[in-house]
């Protein structure tokens, strides 16, 4: 390999929601660049932090909008939370206040499920449609009553966009009402932009950092994730994202580049990490 191809983009990185797709519709640009980048034998990786859906339902998305996409290409936050929870706490009982794919992704896991106060080791706080105030005892219980839980979360999200500007309340809410209960706070929160997802990805793509570009619509998330992870940081402005946004947001949120439609992302893929540093 020379100097020069080791520079070159080899690997990109994508959020869904916002980035490649808004709702059920694709975001302009979006397939162009997705062919170019595997024409061009470039590694294309998705992931999001939404734990209400498999990774099969993010690859059958994306393949019937147009893209069409392995399930082993698509990394979400339940894969760094099942991780977590095997390799820091093997064994633990866990009450996951979640929906059907995380139940699904910890039972696969072999991870033991209990709804017993007296038996949890462990609470997860995620993104749940089906939340209720049963499910607030329960880890009410075991977190404060019994003193024996501790706390995570699948993501850090407030809440997860729509288009037309409305949403959902997403994982931090529920994390927040747990925490204001017992006055316990979440010692790891998993997905972007947390390394454990990185890793993840990693491990399974052999990537390198420095010759991939991560490309979302969120600040706090997205571009948080390439930063801290060493990878090139490209925002899309057609999701959450605006210019003033971006103004207002600190220095260390700044990315690397900042992109309208996607597909401007295409004239830059031979250009090297420095180049496209000092270009934006
Ligand atoms: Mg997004």
């Known amino acids: ?30 397939q162009r660049l997705i062919e170019t980048l595997r024409a061009t034998g470039r590694r294309t990786v998705f992931c999001s932090n939404n734990p209400t859906k498999s990774t099969a339902t993010y690859a059958d998305k994306l393949t019937g909008l147009g893209i069409p996409t392995d399930e082993a290409e698509v990394f979400t936050s339940l894969a760094a939370t099942v991780k977590w929870v095997t390799t820091v706490m093997p064994g633990a009982a866990v ?36 939340f209720e105030y049963r499910k607030l005892q329960i880890a009410f ?100 994202t605006d210019r003033a946004m971006l103004e207002a947001a600190p220095a260390e949120l700044q990315p690397d580049l900042v992109l309208e439609s996607i597909d401007e992302l295409i004239p830059l893929l031979d250009s090297g990490r420095q180049e496209i540093r000092t270009s934006s």
């Not at 990109?12 to 975001?27: E, K, P, Q, R, S």
């Not at 929906?99 to 896991?109: F, H, N, R, Y």
């Not at 017993?116 to 995620?126: N, R, Y």
């Not at 409305?166 to 972007?192: H, L, M, Q, S, W």
Request: charged letters at 20%; one cysteine or more.
């Open 141 to 240: 219980d075991a977190l404060w009553f019994h003193k024996r839980a501790r706390l995570v979360a699948t993501n850090p999200d407030r809440f997860c966009p729509f288009p037309g500007g409305r949403g959902e309340p997403d994982a931090a809410c529920i994390t927040a009402a747990i925490t204001a209960g017992t006055g316990v706070e979440c010692e790891a929160v998993f997905g972007k932009p947390e390394r454990g997802l990185f890793d993840i990805i990693s491990w399974a793509t052999g990537l390198d950092p420095t010759t991939t570009v991560m490309v979302g619509d969120r600040l706090s998330t997205d571009i948080a994730f390439a930063r801290n992870n060493g990878m090139i940081s490209a925002l899309v402005l057609t999701g959450e």
């Open 95 to 130: 009450f996951p206040i979640g929906e059907q794919p995380l139940w699904e992704a910890l039972s696969a896991a072999g991870v033991r499920i209990s709804e017993d106060p007296e038996q949890i080791d462990l609470v997860i706080s995620s993104y749940d449609r089906t």
């Open 1 to 30: 390999m020379t100097a020069q191809t080791t520079h070159t983009i080899e690997t990109a990185v994508f959020d869904l929601d916002g980035t490649i797709y808004l709702g059920d519709g694709l975001l302009p640009g979006a």
